[in-house]
């Protein structure tokens, strides 16, 4: 079907809402609570558009596009609602952006830079505030909250879990932790959460900034998750995820999101080691590669090749899987080669 | 995966996550998913509430998706032969098989149905305990879905007869036409993250990359002119026959890539003194696991988040890894560590980084010959792929049956290896834990994940605990004819009268040391799920759990 956005004509598919419509054409309209993979409630009301032959503006993500439809979405009138808008939710935010972690990848924040947002009465002093959470893998700061449920949403929609609600309306509603024994700690409120009120627990303040994201696969289960590893100084400092990517679309299991952990744990072996009269001692490469190739040469010369086992491993890449059954098959001369999968 | 592989020709997973949104039924039997397989287990809560998808589970425990599900059956466990050849009763007696479907894609249907003949419904609830009329409710909701689905896990397989149990599976399928469409298909999930890798690379001893079968000679002389080298032509041992074989002195050494065999095993005991037979023992790892403080020579190895290459999830997804760190120290990464030995014993492996590997690897190995580093891009692709220009299978036996036709098997229900008696009256059955991995070697180091799981209890009904006197919390004795371990006691409604239940992760109370390494005559897979056991409250000197010091270890 053919719509014109802000004068152009654009098609857009059946069904969609004007929000679907305008964005599949590249057209920005400003939003909060909204996130794609939940259903749209209309609550932060900055995706208001102006439909020709309409009185009052609508909110686009809960408004169905039809065949026709001339929307604008970037008047003045529109600009200036946002921005009020925007002033409300500023009137009990903080504004301390400088103390907090999500800096510079804040909605809130970005949309206030671009309207010129202030808060309508004078502010009083704001007393910053941490509650516990459903989980300790999240740090909850209830007054950085603005009550756009999209983490009380994810919990219920995208895991199943119901932990948060709702509660008040209006300018007092709030997110409340009804059910924390159902949470899972599977993190997926606080990537929902468009400000700072959900934070990752481990890290201080300003800690992410500057930090790498390498785009990489869950270790842990078959799933197989894209994640995206966030590295500074080499040391893992906190995975983030990408709603459009992979088999989970965004979604981690608490082991995928805070279980990054050991690889930067100082119990790593970082050195080989050879067992001498009984007790493993640290040694050069070169010895113990030496060492283990002229053994398995001698137990094979003795014993034959059958004599000789390996098990790889499903926790390692299918080229260290390839290479090592090459080893096995090619090299040794056995076909002894299993893995831990079975069990 | 054995099963799989002989009825339908493909041992993976049918579908997609993502299509599975598609099913109007989904029967999940054996797998605890929302344990182990989290997001899985989201996805299935979302099709329940938000897609009126009516899930099906079957589980003796009282898994976390029961409270989003439609039904409920609960067998003791190593009867799940026995309701499966029930629904099939069921479905043909009502007439609801898909008979156009079996027609044009099975064989073998004749012997099948005489074998399920007898499995009425009374007879599969004095068996299994499960009530007839749930059986048949779900018997009719399975073959009159539009689409429907099934997933499994370890708790289908890790039995003596999990081959059968998976093929009957497999038969309900071939029955109603549930293959290849979104939605409709059969679905085991694989546990660990590249267990679906590893067995697509021939990390098994009986095939190479690509399930190419060792004794077939083409196969063998292919891989022979590739990599310049002759093979065997023997079949290799399975992990648990290699134990055996070391024991029995055959086997004089063991290499071993990033496994702890020392804690996954069945059998721990037996596993331990197996192992003090080598004479010599490698292991490479990224930690001082079990396995690796019995090694000769233990190699440091680079951990995921220092690797490029590729993973393949349990739905076929080849996903590229990406290196985020450096490796600590000297460690390596383990096809280097491979390299430099192979290349010692006169056998240069001149890889210089992954992607070579696998451009190697893809030209043997058909599934993946279509697959490049630069096509798999943010999102993988499914194979099979066999060429450059595929766009990857998301979907398996679409239109046609991987096998040509879907094989039937007449399987009978046989007891479990080992039924409660007088001397160990009570079952018990093994899993996993949602904060936790495999043997913890991983997730024991990270805190928050040690905070939720510290130690593992052993679950008992409190029907059985009222009769033997214990309490929440109680320390208490579990024996087998093989071991036995201590370990506190929780009283559960999630277990059944005369079963018991106990997590897999920790050294301590390992409980390896109690179950039966009774193996899968095909898929040499050991019975983890059932071993006889008897129960006590333990009274004796109090046992410190080394809980810390060695789920650290
Ligand atoms: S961590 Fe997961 S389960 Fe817990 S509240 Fe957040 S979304 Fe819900
Ligand atoms: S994040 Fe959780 S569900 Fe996803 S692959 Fe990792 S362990 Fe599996």
């Given at each position: 079907m053919q719509m014109i956005i802000d004068g152009k004509t654009v098609i857009a598919e059946e069904g969609k809402t004007i929000l679907e419509a305008a964005r599949s054409n590249r057209v920005f309209i400003p939003t909060l609570?909204?996130?794609?993979?939940l259903l749209p409630i209309?609550?932060?009301?900055?995706c208001i558009v102006e439909i020709q032959g309409h009185e009052n503006p609508v909110t686009a993500c809960t408004t169905k596009a039809f065949d026709g439809m001339v929307i604008e979405t970037n008047t003045p009138r529109l600009r200036e609602m946002r921005k009020q808008t925007l002033g409300f939710i500023l009137q009990t935010h903080p504004m301390d952006c400088k103390l907090c972690d999500v800096a510079g990848r804040c909605q809130l924040e970005n949309l206030v830079k671009e309207y010129g947002a202030e808060p309508p009465m004078p502010k009083r002093a704001h007393k910053a505030e941490e509650r516990p959470y459903s989980t300790p893998a999240i740090r909850y700061r209830p007054?950085?909250?603005?009550?756009?449920?999209r983490c009380i949403r994810s919990c219920r929609e995208?895991?199943?879990?119901?932990?948060l609600d709702l509660s008040g309306n209006g300018i007092g509603a709030k997110m409340d932790?009804?059910?924390?024994?159902?949470?899972?700690?599977?993190g997926e409120c606080l990537s929902a959460c468009?400000?700072?009120?959900?934070?990752?627990?481990?890290?201080?303040?300003?800690?992410?900034?500057g930090a790498k994201k390498v785009a990489t696969v869950c270790a842990?289960?078959?799933?197989?998750c894209s994640f995206e590893l966030n590295v500074k100084d080499n040391k893992a400092i906190k995975v983030t995820t990408n709603?459009?990517?992979?088999?989970?679309k965004g979604s981690l299991c608490v082991k995928g999101r805070f279980g990054y952990g050991y690889v930067n744990s100082?119990?790593?072996?970082?050195v080989p080691m050879i067992k001498k009269q009984g007790v493993l001692k640290e040694a050069g490469w070169e010895e113990a590669i030496d060492y283990v190739a002229s053994r398995l040469a001698e137990i094979k010369g003795k014993?034959?090749?059958?004599s000789i086992a390996g098990l790889t491993s499903a926790k390692c890449t299918n080229e260290d899987n390839y290479v090592f059954q090459k080893f096995m098959r090619?090299?040794?001369?056995?076909?002894n080669i299993d893995h831990c999968a079975r069990l | 995966m054995a099963g799989l592989a002989a009825t339908?020709?493909?041992?993976?997973?049918?579908?997609?996550i993502e299509d599975l949104?598609?099913?109007?039924v989904m029967i999940v039997i054996g797998s605890n998913n929302t344990e182990t397989h989290p997001v899985i287990g989201m996805r299935l809560r979302h099709f329940a509430r938000y897609r009126g998808t009516k899930i099906v589970v079957i589980d003796p425990r009282r898994t976390d998706l029961v409270e989003e599900s439609a039904l409920w059956l609960s067998p003791l466990p190593g009867y799940d032969l026995a309701l499966l050849n029930g629904f099939a009763h069921v479905i043909l007696k009502e007439g609801l098989q898909n008979k156009a479907f079996i027609e044009e894609h099975t064989e073998n249907f004749d012997a099948f149905k005489s074998v399920v003949e007898k499995y009425t419904p009374e007879y599969v609830e004095t068996l299994t305990g499960v009530p007839k009329d749930d059986i048949i409710k779900t018997a009719r909701m399975y073959a009159t879905a539009k689409n429907a689905a099934i997933l499994y896990c370890m708790g289908i397989t890790?039995?003596?007869?999990g081959t059968d149990n998976v093929k009957a599976v497999s038969n309900l399928a071939l029955l109603c036409g549930h293959?290849?469409?979104?939605?409709s298909g059969v679905n085991p999930l694989r546990g660990q993250n590249n267990v679906q890798g590893a067995c697509d690379m021939?990390?098994?001893?009986?095939?190479?990359?690509?399930?190419?079968?060792?004794?077939?000679k083409e196969n063998r002389e292919k891989f022979e002119k590739f990599w310049n080298a002759s093979l065997s032509e023997v079949p290799g041992l399975t992990v648990v026959e290699m134990t055996n074989a070391m024991h029995d002195g055959k086997l004089k050494a063991m290499y071993i890539m990033g496994?702890?065999?020392?804690?996954?095993?069945?059998d721990l005991t037996h596993v331990e003194e197996s192992f003090r037979h080598l004479e010599l023992l490698v292991v490479q790892d990224i930690f001082m696991t079990e396995t690796a403080r019995m090694a000769d020579v233990v190699f440091p190895a680079a951990s995921f988040a220092e690797k490029d290459g590729t993973f393949s999830n349990t739905e076929r997804r080849v996903q590229l890894v990406r290196k985020a760190l450096k490796e600590p120290g000297t460690a390596r990464q383990d096809w280097d560590i491979i390299g430099g030995i192979a290349a010692k014993m006169g056998?240069?492996?001149?890889?210089?980084?992954a992607e070579d590997i696998f451009d190697e690897m893809r030209k043997v190995t058909p599934q993946y010959a279509g697959l490049t580093y630069k096509r798999l891009g943010m999102n993988g692709l499914q194979w099979p792929?066999?060429?450059?220009?595929h766009p990857g299978t998301?979907?398996?036996?679409?239109?046609?049956?991987a096998r040509g036709k879907g094989l039937f098997a007449a399987v009978e229900y046989r007891p479990s290896a080992e039924v409660p008696d007088s001397a160990y009256p009570f079952i018990l059955t093994t899993g996993r834990d949602y904060?936790?991995?495999?043997?913890?070697?991983?997730?024991?180091?990270?805190r928050l994940l040690k905070e939720y799981c510290p130690e593992s209890f052993v679950e008992i009904s409190s029907e059985d605990a009222g009769k033997l006197g214990i309490q929440d919390n109680d320390w208490v004795k579990v024996e087998s004819r093989r071991g036995h371990v201590i370990a506190r006691a929780k009283i559960s409604d999630k277990v059944q009268r005369g079963v018991i239940f106990k997590k897999f992760?920790?050294?301590?109370?390992?409980v390896n040391r109690l179950t039966?390494?009774?193996?899968?005559?095909?898929?040499?897979?050991?019975?983890?799920?059932v071993s006889a056991v008897r129960l006590e409250k333990y009274n004796g000197p109090?046992?410190?759990?080394?809980s810390q010091g060695m789920c650290l270890m």
């Open positions: 609570c909204y996130l794609e993979k209309g609550s932060c009301r900055l007054d950085r909250c603005i009550a756009c449920s995208v895991v199943g879990r119901s932990v932790i009804v059910a924390p024994e159902r949470c899972i700690s599977c468009p400000v700072g009120a959900l934070t990752h627990a481990n890290l201080p303040d300003g800690v992410s900034e842990y289960c078959g799933v197989g709603d459009y990517v992979g088999a989970n100082p119990e790593r072996l970082t014993h034959g090749a059958d090619a090299v040794i001369g056995t076909n | 339908l020709g493909s041992g993976a997973m049918t579908n997609s949104a598609e099913a109007e890790q039995h003596s007869k293959l290849g469409k979104p939605g021939g990390g098994l001893p009986d095939v190479y990359p690509g399930y190419q079968k060792v004794h077939i496994e702890n065999p020392m804690l996954t095993d069945p056998h240069p492996m001149p890889y210089e980084k792929c066999p060429d450059e220009t998301p979907i398996l036996h679409k239109g046609k049956i904060y936790q991995y495999h043997s913890a070697t991983m997730t024991g180091r990270v992760h920790f050294a301590e109370g390992a039966n390494p009774v193996l899968d005559p095909t898929s040499k897979i050991p019975e983890l799920k109090a046992v410190e759990p080394e």
